[in-house]
């Protein structure tokens, strides 16, 4: 597949979260680079004002706001007369599907991505994939309609965008393991015990990335690791014992590739989004753009880390879901949002996460191919089980 544009021509993007960390960071990116690229389309859910600034600044050909109050209040304003505002069940489908739109940026947190990643591929898209709950959902049938449809997946996290490109060194049957790399976020180095009484302000103190409050919980109890490793199994088609976490708290390399003749090529550069975000909207092409550069005369040491699995349980729990597949990713994705959002709430404590996470995908009812309107109904289950889970603790204590 012939992935570089044609000469004079830029390449129409569709942004899926515009208004989110990984939105704005591919705006910025697209201003960088305005005879290579385009933004398209625009999405975001609530963040209606955002978007119309954005609106106004871009001039995209297509907009849609998935929360029906804030889609009231954003169409209440005028917009640029080349703008069309997409609203109900299809508008997203509307955007993503027009033959114009070459790259479709899926960067909405959480389940609720996978609808946009699922119809962009169904329309036989390259997709740039910034939603790894797609993948930890839905993985082997992400996969079969990508090849289906003839659409691309480019990763877009920045783990899985190192080891896709050190990959372009060798075939994939030459791949011995692959090596993610965690910063092990605000509490590397801590014990369980000293984080028993940890608040919602401490564990969204991150040392080295700026993310959305969602993800950057997910990075203090490492589930966002146990994630990616659900995510590389099926992206790049690898055994569980292919994949390995080490922590690196300076966040430099983004992750290794090893070969089977024993050479590991890794992929460095500053914690800064827009790299791999850029990588994926030009690949295969590389240009000058506004991704921070290494500062080599002040780089001293980069330094690794075997991850505590006691500590960090969450962990254990990627590899096996891994292993086993079927139903057990979009289980323990939907438990995980519904503990994280509970826990910033302060209706659960910061160990509880992955206790509820076990306890739900431990007596979850097992499928091992099902159906997407099944891994739907697992997803709400699961939700479902984590607020009885929080009920019975709760009144329990009153007891």
Known sequence: ???????????????????????????????????RLQAWGLSAHSRWEELLQQVEHYRPRYVSVTDPQAARAFARHPLPVETRLLDGDDAIGAMVSDPEVDVVLTAIVGAAGLTGTWLALQAGKTVALANKETLVMAGPLVMELAQKKNARILPVDSEHSAIFQAMQAGQPREIHRIVLTASGGPFRGKKREDLANITPDQALQHPTWSMGRKITIDSATMMNKALEIIEARWLFNLRPEQIQVILHP????????EFTDGSVLAQLS???MCLPIQYALTYPERVDGPAKRLQWDELRSLNFQQPDLETFPALRLGYEVARRGGTCGAVLNAANEAAVSAFLEGELSFLDIPRVCREVLDHH???????????????????????????????????
Not at 250 to 257: A, D, G, I, K
Not at 379 to 398: G, N
């Open 270 to 272: 500053p914690p800064d």
């Open 250 to 257: 300076e966040s430099v390399v983004h992750s290794f590739v």
């Open 365 to 399: 009812h097992y499928s091992e191919w099902p159906t997407l309107s099944e891994l739907n109904a697992q997803d709400r289950w699961s939700r479902q089980e984590v607020l009885r889970w929080i009920t019975a603790k709760a009144h329990s204590r009153i007891r």
């Open 1 to 35: 597949m012939n992935l570089s544009p044609p000469a004079g021509s830029r390449r129409r993007i569709v942004v899926l979260g515009s208004t989110g960390s990984i939105g704005t960071s591919c705006l910025k990116v697209i201003d960088a680079l305005p005879e």
